[in-house]
């Protein structure tokens, strides 16, 4: 809704997206009068439909469901066993690689997206590892052999999504396939030595190498790493760092100890991070709440953000050992009026040490733009951590739009919506732009391409829509209503203007949206308007007569006011728009709340009226 504007509204959303595609909505999806809306049944068909969705996204918070990863299992699937180095220790992982190939030969995300060929040949080249290292499965590494050879012109694409780390990793595992025999092809040898040389001192995003340790192999000083071992034994919840880290650096019973606890949750596969509960079901409220459906699942919400809460209390590392974790919990409880102190991301003031290897966080782009929206929650003098936080990466954000440093557009664009003040926005407006950006299919880059099953699918899409539709449905039926009233009231002609009736509903329909609250947004419209005609009475519209008789009227309301002469047509067209407005919405919160309260309607009009006398 764009407000400022008047007569405008916004229309339904269309429901050509069944995927990938567009909404079909033009830039400039506002008209100048108001339409007639039907909402859209393609995607949910009927209220069966409508509630089936329903519950298959309140199961989401029950059961999280992280995406498999061809990459991570493939480490986890070369560690050797702990009594004989010549066999794996989890060949519940090879059986899964040799079951999970693609049809044309690779690894890796599915279904897959035509930017993400790195990361296919960075999965798919950890496969073929596994597969040789423990000489099994001949066919399928003749596949991806095939695979790696007509795809390898992609190493050196820079339109290609590049996995974190790809320019380190990817190279040290040509080496390790070398030494296997594996009969690589020369022309890709040389391309990723090349990107590797390429690379040298390089930084990276992630301003953290040690995340990548598996990148430098028996070269990397794992004692050193292991300084960073966590709590649940992992590397930076890393399944293939820790699994790199059983390989090149002996045994580790915390390690074996991680790797186990994953499997014995997902059986024969590994996510590319783990632990998640935490971080998936905060995005996923961070999801509804984006989409404006997040009233659905109040339930649901509060629990998680109770949880989190808990967690923060006790400091658990599931949130504070990821910068973007930490920040997207402290939004969500601050904004939820839970007691969150800023102090908890004071480690984030420093740009220099946030990008450091010191801290043995990961700084990715997603958690620069989390930080800059946490940032914006001042609400105490002692916030000032957020506005150091603010600055910084405010600035580092648009040195990025600058040099137009970014993976794709949809990270361009994320940066530009973060800069702005979101107080400044409202919520029906980032509803709808949430919903025509959503996208089924959509992936986050680490160090391999996941998607949340959690997250982006189909029931989200769907209901979202739906309950934009049949929000802005009843909004527009409301107009009407509001039309019909403002003509039978006669309001234009004591000197308001139709278009005054759009702004006025609609700043209400922006604040208070929901179906439920019909009565409230169109009683607050009208008040707003009768509201306004009397300011433009008493600031000299109507002579002092007329105001004297409008006094006069107010003080007879339940008495005998019809014996009053009106002393003007505006005064009989005012004050019969006030008696009519004022006794129906009195009969109607008789009816809500089972008591009469029209007597303090009447002093409050009563109490307006002296007020603008005196």
């Given at each position: 809704?764009?407000?400022?504007?008047r007569?405008t509204?916004?229309?339904?959303?269309?429901?050509?997206?069944?995927?990938?595609?567009?909404?079909?909505?033009?830039?400039?999806?506002?008209?100048?009068?108001?339409?007639?809306?039907?909402?859209s049944?393609?995607?949910?068909?009927s209220?069966?439909?409508?509630?089936?969705?329903?519950?298959?996204i309140?199961?989401?918070?029950?059961k999280?469901?992280?995406?498999?990863?061809?990459?991570?299992?493939?480490?986890?699937?070369m560690?050797?066993?702990?009594?004989s180095l010549?066999?794996?220790?989890?060949?519940?992982?090879?059986?899964?690689i040799?079951?999970?190939?693609?049809?044309?030969?690779?690894?890796?995300?599915?279904?897959s997206?035509?930017?993400?060929?790195?990361?296919?040949?960075?999965s798919t080249?950890a496969?073929?590892?596994?597969?040789?290292?423990w000489?099994?499965?001949?066919k399928?590494?003749?596949?991806?052999?095939d695979?790696?050879?007509t795809h390898?012109?992609a190493?050196?694409?820079?339109?290609q999504f590049?996995p974190?780390?790809?320019?380190?990793?990817?190279?040290?595992?040509?080496?390790?396939?070398e030494?296997?025999?594996?009969?690589?092809d020369l022309?890709?040898?040389?391309?990723?030595?090349?990107?590797?040389?390429l690379?040298?001192?390089?930084t990276?995003?992630?301003?953290?190498?040690?995340?990548?340790?598996?990148?430098?192999?028996?070269l990397?000083?794992w004692?050193e790493?292991?300084?960073?071992?966590?709590?649940?034994?992992?590397?930076?919840?890393?399944?293939a760092?820790?699994?790199?880290?059983?390989?090149?650096?002996q045994?580790?019973?915390k390690?074996?100890?991680?790797?186990?606890?994953?499997?014995?949750?997902?059986?024969?596969?590994?996510?590319?991070i783990?632990?998640?509960?935490t971080?998936s079901?905060l995005?996923?409220?961070?999801?509804?709440?984006?989409?404006?459906?997040?009233?659905?699942?109040?339930t649901?919400?509060?629990?998680?953000?109770?949880e989190?809460?808990?967690?923060?209390?006790?400091?658990?590392?599931?949130?504070?050992?990821?910068?973007?974790?930490c920040?997207?919990?402290?939004?969500?409880?601050?904004?939820?009026?839970?007691?969150?102190?800023?102090e908890?991301?004071v480690?984030f003031?420093d740009e220099?040490?946030?990008?450091s290897?010191?801290?043995?966080k990961?700084?990715?782009?997603?958690?620069?733009v989390?930080?800059?929206?946490?940032?914006?929650?001042?609400i105490h003098?002692?916030?000032?951590?957020?506005?150091t936080?603010?600055?910084?990466?405010?600035?580092?954000?648009?040195?990025?739009?600058l040099?137009?440093?970014?993976?794709?557009?949809?990270?361009?664009?994320e940066?530009?919506?973060?800069?702005?003040?979101?107080?400044?926005?409202?919520?029906?407006?980032?509803?709808?732009?949430?919903?025509?950006?959503?996208?089924?299919?959509?992936f986050k880059?680490?160090?391999?391409?996941?998607?949340?099953?959690n997250?982006?699918?189909?029931?989200?899409?769907?209901?979202?829509?739906?309950?934009f539709?049949?929000?802005?449905a009843?909004?527009?039926?409301?107009?009407?209503?509001?039309?019909?009233?403002?003509?039978?009231?006669?309001?234009?002609?004591?000197?308001?203007?139709?278009?005054y009736?759009?702004t006025?509903?609609?700043?209400?329909?922006?604040?208070?949206?929901?179906?439920?609250f019909?009565?409230?947004?169109?009683?607050?419209?009208?008040?707003?308007?009768?509201?306004?005609l009397?300011?433009?009475f008493?600031?000299?519209?109507?002579?002092?007569?007329?105001?004297?008789?409008?006094f006069?009227?107010?003080?007879?309301?339940?008495g005998?006011?019809?014996?009053?002469?009106?002393?003007?047509?505006?005064?009989?067209?005012f004050?019969?728009?006030?008696?009519?407005?004022?006794?129906?919405?009195?009969?109607k919160?008789?009816?809500?709340?089972?008591?009469c309260?029209?007597d303090?309607?009447?002093?409050?009009?009563g109490?307006?009226?002296?007020?603008?006398?005196?």
């Amino acid at each position: 809704m764009i407000l400022g504007h008047r007569c405008t509204i916004i229309l339904p959303l269309s429901h050509h997206k069944l995927g990938n595609e567009n909404f079909g909505l033009s830039k400039n999806a506002i008209c100048q009068r108001p339409r007639r809306v039907r909402c859209s049944h393609t995607i949910v068909e009927s209220m069966d439909c409508v509630k089936e969705a329903k519950e298959r996204i309140r199961e989401t918070f029950v059961k999280v469901e992280p995406c498999s990863s061809s990459y991570d299992t493939a480490w986890v699937a070369m560690v050797p066993s702990r009594n004989s180095l010549k066999q794996p220790c989890f060949p519940q992982c090879l059986d899964w690689i040799l079951e999970n190939q693609r049809e044309d030969g690779s690894w890796g995300l599915n279904p897959s997206h035509p930017l993400l060929v790195k990361d296919s040949l960075s999965s798919t080249l950890a496969c073929l590892l596994a597969l040789s290292k423990w000489g099994v499965g001949d066919k399928q590494v003749q596949r991806g052999m095939d695979f790696m050879e007509t795809h390898g012109w992609a190493i050196d694409n820079k339109d290609q999504f590049s996995p974190v780390g790809f320019e380190i990793i990817f190279p040290n595992m040509i080496k390790s396939a070398e030494k296997l025999n594996l009969p690589l092809d020369l022309d890709l040898v040389n391309l990723a030595t090349a990107e590797r040389s390429l690379h040298n001192d390089f930084t990276g995003n992630i301003g953290n190498l040690k995340y990548m340790a598996e990148g430098f192999g028996e070269l990397c000083q794992w004692k050193e790493i292991m300084v960073y071992q966590r709590h649940n034994g992992s590397l930076f919840d890393s399944p293939a760092t820790t699994a790199a880290a059983l390989i090149y650096h002996q045994y580790d019973e915390k390690c074996f100890g991680y790797l186990n606890s994953i499997l014995k949750v997902h059986k024969n596969w590994v996510p590319t991070i783990y632990p998640t509960k935490t971080h998936s079901l905060l995005c996923l409220v961070d999801t509804l709440q984006s989409l404006g459906v997040d009233r659905h699942f109040k339930t649901e919400i509060s629990k998680v953000l109770d949880e989190t809460y808990r967690l923060w209390q006790q400091n658990n590392e599931e949130i504070f050992s990821n910068a973007a974790h930490c920040a997207m919990a402290f939004r969500l409880l601050r904004m939820s009026n839970y007691d969150v102190s800023s102090e908890e991301l004071v480690e984030f003031v420093d740009e220099e040490h946030c990008f450091s290897t010191r801290s043995g966080k990961i700084t990715s782009h997603d958690a620069i733009v989390e930080l800059h929206k946490a940032s914006q929650l001042a609400i105490h003098e002692k916030d000032h951590i957020l506005d150091t936080i603010r600055n910084w990466t405010g600035i580092f954000m648009e040195q990025q739009l600058l040099n137009n440093d970014f993976l794709d557009r949809k990270s361009k664009k994320e940066v530009e919506l973060a800069l702005r003040k979101f107080y400044a926005t409202y919520d029906r407006v980032e509803s709808r732009r949430c919903i025509e950006a959503y996208e089924v299919n959509n992936f986050k880059i680490l160090k391999a391409a996941c998607r949340s099953p959690n997250i982006n699918n189909r029931d989200f899409l769907g209901f979202s829509v739906h309950d934009f539709n049949l929000c802005q449905a009843q909004h527009q039926k409301e107009l009407q209503q509001l039309k019909r009233w403002f003509e039978d009231c006669r309001l234009e002609q004591v000197g308001l203007p139709q278009q005054y009736l759009y702004t006025t509903y609609f700043l209400t329909a922006a604040l208070l949206f929901e179906p439920e609250f019909s009565d409230a947004r169109l009683a607050c419209a009208k008040n707003t308007m009768l509201v306004t005609l009397v300011d433009d009475f008493f600031d000299g519209y109507v002579c002092e007569d007329e105001l004297l008789n409008i006094f006069e009227l107010v003080q007879r309301w339940d008495g005998n006011y019809s014996t009053v002469r009106y002393h003007s047509e505006r005064v009989k067209i005012f004050f019969s728009a006030l008696y009519k407005t004022i006794e129906e919405l009195a009969a109607k919160a008789n009816i809500k709340q089972g008591q009469c309260i029209k007597d303090h309607f009447i002093d409050l009009i009563g109490g307006e009226v002296r007020q603008h006398q005196a």
